[in-house]
C-alpha cells in the first residue's frame, strides 16, 4: 500500500476522520480520531502496547499570555484536546479513513436507536419489579 503523508497544512476537513502517525511501524504507530462534535481536536487512541500520556502546560492563563517562560510538550505526550498540529508533531501521519456525511449520520442514527432500546428495555424492568398491591 502507497499512502501519501499529510503534512501540517493537509488536515482532513470531513466531519470525522482517523489517522496514523508511524504508520507500519509496530512500536510507535498511534492512531488518532477527530469528529465534528470535537470541535477542531483529535483523540489520541494509541497504538499496540502505547498508551498516550497526557501532560498539561503547567503554566497559569498569564503567563501562558506574556510567554515568560518557554514550555514544550515533553516528548511522546500529548495535550488534554490535541490539535492537528500535535498530531502531525508525533510523526508521519496517514489518512486511514474520512468520514463523508452519510457514514456520520448513519452513526448518528444507530446510536440514537441503541439508546432508545436501551430505555425501552430499562423501563420493562422497572415495570416488572414493581410489588403486587393486591394481595395486601
Known amino acids: 500500500m502507497t499512502a501519501k503523508l499529510l503534512g ?4 482532513p476537513q ?11 511501524d509496530y512500536h510507535q504507530q498511534m492512531i488518532w480520531l477527530k469528529s465534528e462534535v470535537m470541535d477542531g ?6 497504538g ?11 503554566r497559569n492563563e498569564l503567563e501562558k ?7 514544550r510538550q515533553p516528548s511522546g505526550t500529548v495535550p488534554s484536546w490535541p490539535r492537528w ?11 486511514l479513513t474520512a468520514g463523508d456525511d ?13 439508546t432508545a432500546q436501551q430505555m425501552e428495555g430499562f423501563l420493562a424492568d422497572l415495570e416488572l419489579d ?6 395486601t
Open 48 to 58: 499496540d502496547g502505547i498508551r498516550p500520556q497526557v501532560v498539561n502546560d503547567p
Open 14 to 24: 470531513d466531519r470525522a476522520a482517523v489517522v496514523a502517525t508511524n504508520y507500519g
Open 85 to 95: 498540529e500535535d498530531v502531525v508533531a508525533h510523526g508521519p501521519v496517514v489518512l
Open 8 to 11: 501540517l497544512f493537509d488536515e
Open 41 to 46: 481536536h483529535w483523540i489520541a487512541l494509541g
Open 130 to 135: 414493581e410489588p403486587d398491591r393486591s394481595t
Open 65 to 71: 499570555l506574556g510567554r515568560r517562560h518557554e514550555w
Open 102 to 114: 452519510e457514514m456520520f449520520a448513519s452513526g448518528w442514527r444507530a446510536g440514537i436507536r441503541h
